[in-house]
């Protein structure tokens, strides 16, 4: 079965999420990325340039096929994108509001939550999606620790 990951008060989603690819990327997982479309050009951006000492590489869903055979992260708006036909990834990452359809077909799927109250509210109910469909959650609170006396 799926194993489902909140990542949840996540206060810049992307630099999150930059951070978060990079790490599993590190691991040698390949991830496909899903999200809204404003949402993924501006991960796009943020991958180029978010260190000058390390290169991410990455592709949209539309790139060509042996383009996408090669790449570790891909970015779609759908995890059923035709063009990802044949393509295995073994981690699916959601940056978006709604429940990803085929995402039981990964063996990791992590959802990315911020912390603003549209995003909070959207997050609980995928999560209850999941719950309701016996998926064990594992929970990831990205609070920042209060400061210490």
């Given at each position: 079965?799926?194993?489902?990951?909140?990542?949840?008060?996540?206060?810049?989603?992307?630099?999150?999420?930059?951070?978060?690819?990079?790490?599993?990327?590190?691991?040698?997982?390949?991830?496909?990325?899903?999200?809204?479309?404003?949402?993924?050009?501006?991960?796009?951006?943020?991958?180029?340039?978010?260190?000058?000492?390390?290169?991410?590489?990455?592709?949209?869903?539309?790139?060509?096929?042996?383009?996408?055979?090669?790449?570790?992260?891909?970015?779609?708006?759908?995890?059923?994108?035709?063009?990802?036909?044949?393509q295995a990834y073994g981690v699916l990452v959601n940056l978006g509001q709604g429940v990803?359809?085929?995402?039981?077909?990964?063996?990791?799927?992590?959802?990315?939550?911020?912390?603003?109250?549209?995003?909070?509210?959207?997050?609980?109910?995928?999560?209850?999606?999941?719950?309701?469909?016996?998926?064990?959650?594992?929970?990831?609170?990205?609070?920042?620790?209060?400061?210490?006396?």
């Amino acid at each position: 079965m799926t194993e489902v990951e909140f990542h949840y008060n996540v206060s810049d989603k992307l630099a999150y999420s930059c951070r978060l690819l990079r790490k599993a990327r590190a691991g040698g997982a390949r991830l496909l990325v899903t999200g809204e479309p404003v949402m993924l050009a501006q991960l796009d951006q943020m991958l180029w340039t978010f260190s000058g000492t390390e290169f991410l590489p990455h592709c949209r869903s539309d790139a060509v096929s042996s383009t996408l055979a090669l790449t570790p992260i891909v970015l779609a708006s759908s995890a059923l994108d035709p063009a990802l036909e044949g393509q295995a990834y073994g981690v699916l990452v959601n940056l978006g509001q709604g429940v990803p359809q085929g995402f039981e077909r990964f063996e990791r799927f992590i959802e990315v939550v911020s912390s603003s109250p549209d995003d909070r509210q959207a997050g609980r109910d995928r999560w209850n999606h999941y719950k309701e469909r016996g998926y064990a959650l594992k929970r990831h609170d990205l609070t920042p620790s209060a400061p210490s006396a």
